[in-house]
Antibody, heavy 120, light 110 residues
Framework: QVQLQESGPGLMKPSQTLSLSCTVS??????????WSWIRQHPGKGLEWIGY???????YYNPSLKSRLTISMDTSKNQFSLKLTSVTASDTAVYCC????????????WGRGTLVTVSS | QSALTQPASVSGSPGQSITISCTGT?????????VSWYQQHPDKAPKLMIY???NRPSGVSIRFSGSKSGNTASLTISGLQAEDEADYYC???????????FGGGTKLTV
């Protein structure tokens, strides 16, 4: 079973760039068939799928965030990361990383998530 | 507003059964048999409970079952136990560009 652990800044100011990392244990981020996703949960609301990066480095983003979003991978650290530019209060959420396998349409394992608060 | 609609809360007594609904559209729940359900206890990672509408991952209790009719999927928990008290989220693969949509979550009180 793959384990995922998010890390991030906690508190940010509007207009800054959010950078989050997800450290993977129990599997390699470059293992064939793995797709690494970011999902967020706004306070008191449901979940929102943000985007993914595949084992080969291909990315796909939620169109609502695409213009501000970059997801990347660092195989040397066995991590994948999220960068979200020009954050606003509406980006305040718990950000989770999750794994999906090729040809599977569900998320097998998740991290606990990290709270990011955007406030001036 | 979430793409999929779930009741905000449900409750039941130990031993009873409850059902949580998840209503989408013909672009997601109605068009694909790719509905999944996740259980989340406070400060814990979400856990996959049901995938592809009605399949249980290894290790998930047979008390958990899923089904779908039209644009609405359902999660049924039978023989409620105190440990089932958690938030439950549904998800579906979706046509178009968003790919995955989720429900707003349902808080189950036992």
């Amino acid at each position: 079973q793959v384990q995922l652990q998010e890390s991030g800044p906690g508190l940010m100011k509007p207009s800054q760039t959010l950078s989050l990392s997800c450290t993977v244990s129990g599997g390699s981020v470059s293992r064939t068939g793995y797709y690494w996703s970011w999902i967020r949960q706004h306070p008191g609301k449901g979940l929102e799928w943000i985007g993914y990066i595949s084992y080969s480095g291909n990315t796909y983003y939620n169109p609502s965030l695409k213009s501000r979003l970059t997801i990347s991978m660092d195989t040397s650290k066995n991590q994948f990361s999220l960068k979200l530019t020009s954050v606003t209060a509406s980006d305040t959420a718990v950000y989770c990383c999750a794994i999906r396998m090729t040809a599977k349409y569900y998320f097998d394992d998740w991290g606990r998530g990290t709270l990011v608060t955007v406030s001036s | 507003q979430s793409a999929l609609t779930q009741p905000a809360s449900v409750s039941g007594s130990p031993g009873q059964s409850i059902t949580i609904s998840c209503t989408g559209t013909s672009d997601d729940v109605g068009d694909y048999n790719y509905v999944s359900w996740y259980q989340q206890h406070p400060d814990k990672a979400p856990k996959l409970m049901i995938y592809d509408v009605s399949n249980r991952p290894s290790g998930v209790s047979i008390r958990f079952s899923g089904s779908k009719s039209g644009n609405t999927a359902s999660l049924t928990i039978s023989g409620l136990q105190a440990e089932d008290e958690a938030d439950y989220y549904c998800s579906s693969y979706a046509s178009g560009t968003t790919l995955w949509v989720f429900g707003g979550g349902t808080k189950l009180t036992v």
